[in-house]
């Protein structure tokens, strides 16, 4: 083996000085710590990034009883499953009473030795005696019977008076576009299979080819343009009553959009405005609201929400603090944001001691509180988070600033307290208003359809076509909301639309809609 050459060797630059030797040693002590931050660092970033593109979304987080401090232990309710499992006795496996029935009996061979009263043979095959009913084993099963395209042909007879002459003929029907080839049912199902089932509207193109109708997804891109502009008067009074509530759910998400003549993309923005008050036990119809900009410039909020008065609970983005500071809308942070780091760093290194699964354990007790609230009135809300979600948060104050003296002041741990020792203040003000959620969830599950869509279409072709996306998740997602197929209220409202007053579209709103569905099966 070859010896190392003495001037390269490390251990002989090393000075002979004690002084000078624990300087040097306390600088490359600061080095190696230093890197190892960086490598956490960057090991955290590559696991979340690793997640987001391959991993579950869920943070559920359930820790082994023996590992969990009394923090809110004792406080944890028993948790029962949601839905009964797939093999157990009690799931009932018939099929919808809506559906339509197609029955088809199925007789066993018989002679015509005799017969019954409807003339059918019922001779025994084997004797020769008459059969008779003792009973049938009845069994169901599911089928599907394909879409179809057809056409309806309007005809509008002409008719002459033989007396005076005069012509008489009935006025031709109105059209959600006029002198359009689409009626109301194909236009909601193109609407609804691109902005709720995902679908492009070339991929569309393919699947109408197949049953022999050409149509272009140019052709289609038209109709929802056509769309956007009729319902325009429909999502102003949706984006009305949004920001008539007390309190608002505020979010949004990137899209890529098609630059002109560049042929790559940029990234806009789509904001999102959710009234969802049904947690505080409030009767309101729950309704979602989008818009879209070209960028995340906090001027579009800050328009989007310039009537807004009453409580904005969002994320720690910067463009909401313009209107806080004028004072007519109180933020109210989310403990879902405040979580997610601490997630991350479970994730990474999964210690179930750790400092990472403690702070996870903290908030599991705030959320134990809210599952037992959840549609209760404000002021009992109010009371029990006070009586039971004060003392938690009182201790995980202290914790989260212990945590600091604790670790380093540049690692991820120090990030994850400080993001919330810096909203505290917006963290904990939903304890003294029971109006108020404990997260932002509602936005967020607002924006699932969304980030689902651009997995499949990638890009938006325009400016314009955000806009257009706007409008349709606006409407898709707030018929889900008040438990409406949103094919049949798209499907309904483009059959009423042409022809109804526009000083009276709250009438076309989906809860509006449901309401009147619901008096008319009552009659």
Same mark, same amino acid.
């Given at each position: 083996?070859?010896?190392?050459?003495?001037?390269?060797?490390?251990?002989?630059?090393?000075?002979?000085?004690?002084?000078?030797?624990?300087?040097?040693?306390?600088?490359?002590?600061?080095?190696?710590?230093?890197?190892?931050?960086?490598?956490?660092?960057?090991?955290?970033?590559?696991?979340?990034?690793?997640?987001?593109?391959?991993?579950?979304?869920?943070?559920?987080?359930?820790?082994?009883? !023996? *590992?969990? @401090?009394?923090?809110?232990? =004792? &406080?944890?309710?028993? $948790?029962?499953?949601?839905?009964? %499992?797939?093999?157990?006795?009690?799931?009932?496996? !018939? *099929?919808? @009473?809506?559906?339509?029935? =197609? &029955?088809?009996?199925? $007789?066993?061979?018989?002679?015509? %030795?005799?017969?019954?009263?409807?003339?059918?043979?019922?001779?025994?095959?084997?004797?020769?005696?008459?059969?008779?009913?003792?009973?049938?084993?009845?069994?169901?099963?599911?089928?599907?019977?394909?879409?179809?395209?057809?056409?309806?042909?309007?005809?509008?007879?002409?008719?002459?008076?033989?007396?005076?002459?005069?012509?008489?003929?009935?006025?031709?029907?109105?059209?959600?576009?006029?002198?359009?080839?689409?009626?109301?049912?194909?236009?909601?199902?193109?609407?609804?299979?691109?902005?709720?089932?995902?679908?492009?509207?070339?991929?569309?193109?393919?699947?109408?080819?197949?049953?022999?109708?050409?149509?272009?997804?140019?052709?289609?891109?038209?109709?929802?343009?056509?769309?956007?502009?009729?319902?325009?008067?429909?999502?102003?009074?949706?984006?009305?009553?949004?920001?008539?509530?007390?309190?608002?759910?505020?979010?949004?998400?990137?899209?890529?959009?098609?630059?002109?003549?560049?042929?790559?993309?940029?990234?806009?923005?789509?904001?999102?405005?959710?009234?969802?008050?049904?947690?505080?036990?409030?009767?309101?119809?729950?309704?979602?609201?989008?818009?879209?900009?070209?960028?995340?410039?906090?001027?579009?909020?800050?328009?989007?929400?310039?009537?807004?008065?009453?409580?904005?609970?969002?994320?720690?983005?910067?463009?909401?603090?313009?209107?806080?500071?004028?004072?007519?809308?109180?933020?109210?942070?989310?403990?879902?944001?405040?979580?997610?780091?601490?997630?991350?760093?479970?994730?990474?290194?999964?210690?179930?001691?750790?400092?990472?699964?403690?702070?996870?354990?903290?908030?599991?007790?705030?959320?134990?509180?809210?599952?037992?609230?959840?549609?209760?009135?404000?002021?009992?809300?109010?009371?029990?988070?006070?009586?039971?979600?004060?003392?938690?948060?009182?201790?995980?104050?202290?914790?989260?600033?212990?945590?600091?003296?604790?670790?380093?002041?540049?690692?991820?741990?120090?990030?994850?307290?400080?993001?919330?020792?810096?909203?505290?203040?917006?963290?904990?003000?939903?304890?003294?208003?029971?109006?108020?959620?404990?997260?932002?969830?509602?936005?967020?599950?607002?924006?699932?359809?969304?980030?689902?869509?651009?997995?499949?279409?990638?890009?938006?072709?325009?400016?314009?076509?955000?806009?257009?996306?706007?409008?349709?998740?606006?409407?898709?997602?707030?018929?889900?909301?008040?438990?409406?197929?949103?094919?049949?209220?798209?499907?309904?409202?483009?059959?009423?639309?042409?022809?109804?007053?526009?000083?009276?579209?709250?009438?076309?709103?989906?809860?509006?809609?449901?309401?009147?569905?619901?008096?008319?099966?009552?009659?």
């Amino acid at each position: 083996m070859r010896s190392v050459p003495q001037d390269t060797d490390p251990i002989s630059q090393l000075p002979d000085d004690a002084q000078l030797l624990k300087q040097q040693l306390r600088v490359s002590a600061n080095e190696v710590q230093r890197l190892k931050l960086m490598v956490d660092k960057l090991k955290l970033q590559l696991a979340r990034r690793t997640r987001a593109q391959f991993g579950v979304s869920s943070e559920r987080f359930d820790l082994q009883a !023996s *590992l969990i @401090e009394p923090v809110a232990l =004792e &406080q944890l309710p028993v $948790r029962k499953p949601n839905t009964p %499992a797939a093999n157990a006795g009690s799931v009932d496996r !018939s *099929l919808p @009473e809506h559906l339509p029935r =197609e &029955q088809r009996e199925i $007789r066993p061979d018989t002679s015509a %030795a005799h017969h019954d009263a409807a003339g059918q043979s019922c001779g025994c095959t084997a004797c020769g005696g008459r059969l008779r009913s003792i009973g049938a084993d009845v069994s169901e099963h599911l089928e599907y019977v394909p879409a179809r395209f057809k056409v309806i042909r309007t005809v509008r007879p002409k008719l002459a008076c033989t007396k005076c002459e005069a012509i008489f003929q009935a006025s031709a029907p109105s059209r959600p576009i006029a002198r359009g080839l689409a009626g109301p049912a194909l236009l909601a199902h193109v609407a609804v299979s691109k902005y709720c089932d995902h679908s492009p509207l070339h991929r569309q193109s393919r699947i109408y080819a197949r049953e022999g109708v050409e149509i272009d997804p140019s052709t289609m891109a038209g109709w929802v343009e056509q769309l956007h502009t009729l319902f325009d008067p429909l999502l102003a009074a949706l984006g009305r009553h949004v920001l008539h509530a007390a309190k608002v759910h505020a979010d949004d998400t990137p899209v890529k959009v098609l630059a002109p003549g560049e042929g790559k993309t940029r990234t806009g923005r789509l904001w999102v405005y959710v009234r969802d008050d049904r947690p505080s036990g409030d009767s309101a119809p729950p309704a979602v609201w989008f818009r879209y900009s070209a960028d995340r410039k906090g001027e579009h909020p800050q328009r989007h929400l310039r009537d807004f008065r009453g409580i904005l609970q969002a994320d720690a983005y910067g463009g909401w603090n313009a209107l806080y500071d004028g004072g007519h809308v109180v933020e109210a942070a989310c403990w879902a944001h405040a979580r997610r780091p601490w997630w991350d760093l479970y994730e990474q290194h999964r210690d179930d001691t750790g400092l990472a699964a403690q702070a996870l354990q903290h908030i599991q007790g705030l959320y134990a509180v809210e599952a037992d609230i959840r549609g209760r009135p404000p002021e009992v809300r109010r009371q029990q988070r006070q009586a039971r979600a004060g003392p938690l948060l009182e201790k995980f104050h202290l914790w989260l600033q212990g945590v600091l003296t604790q670790v380093s002041t540049k690692s991820e741990l120090a990030k994850a307290a400080r993001y919330s020792l810096a909203r505290w203040k917006a963290l904990t003000r939903y304890v003294d208003d029971g109006r108020i959620e404990i997260d932002n969830s509602a936005a967020e599950r607002a924006l699932r359809g969304v980030a689902l869509g651009r997995g499949n279409y990638l890009f938006m072709g325009s400016n314009a076509g955000g806009e257009r996306a706007a409008s349709m998740y606006s409407l898709i997602e707030t018929a889900k909301l008040n438990g409406l197929d949103p094919e049949a209220y798209l499907r309904e409202v483009l059959e009423r639309i042409a022809d109804h007053p526009v000083n009276r579209i709250d009438e076309l709103l989906p809860w509006s809609i449901a309401a009147q569905h619901t008096l008319a099966r009552a009659a």
